[in-house]
């Protein structure tokens, strides 16, 4: 079985329809959060992981554009674009956003959560010493995220040593080792950042017990122009050619 783990669309349904396309096949879909928000497409990007993911989170920027959250925590482009995609939401995927949580047990094996287990809407885990107390804060092996749109490994040995963060590149696998427990990212498909503009996913196969990370090229351009057509605030649009 092959299972596309994906997160941070960020209603860039250019690079999603990428993503899916280079993915193929894939026998279900993990989406971990923050389908809306920054882009142009925000009705296209749910109503195809409504169609197609088993799993589904709410990120910060659903919820805010959902009116859940305060949008001053959030600096003006981002504000901009949130109330934006809000209000171009459809009655169905509204409701649907609605029904989400920003952390769930997927099994006995793996959690996902939209920023971490220990703060699954607002934290950003970037670090070891934050990786290190996370562990304690989930009893499955795997706990996956997002929301810091980098892909992303940490390591917790038998021994109770703390490894990472690690950055796979494209094509890196990963083999899942017994005794050893992970927290892994594999960066956005719609607004990817660390300097590299190519759309992030990775590559769960229970047949051989392994993750796979991907970056794939997609149309920047034209993400950009219908940005553009939209009227959402520029910097967001210049920043996806750059990967930051």
Known sequence: MRILILSDIHSNYVALETVLAAARPYDAVWNLGDTIGYGPRPNECVATMRGIASLMLAGNHDLACLGHLDLSDFNPDARTANIWNGDQLTGENRDALDQLEPVQAIDARFLAAHGSPREPVWEYL????QALD???HFEQQI???????VP???????????????????????????????IINPGSVGQPRNQD???????FDTTCDSITFHRVRYDVALTQRQMREARLPEPLALRLAQGI
């Open 197 to 203: 503009p190519r759309a992030a996913f990775a590559i």
């Open 143 to 149: 706990c996956l995220i997002g929301h810091s749109h």
């Open 134 to 136: 996370n562990f304690r």
């Open 126 to 129: 970037l670090t070891r010493y």
């Open 152 to 182: 992303l490994i940490f390591r917790l040995t038998s021994g109770g040593r703390c490894e990472g963060p690690s950055v796979p590149d494209d094509g890196f696998s990963l083999t899942l080792e017994e005794g050893t427990r992970y």
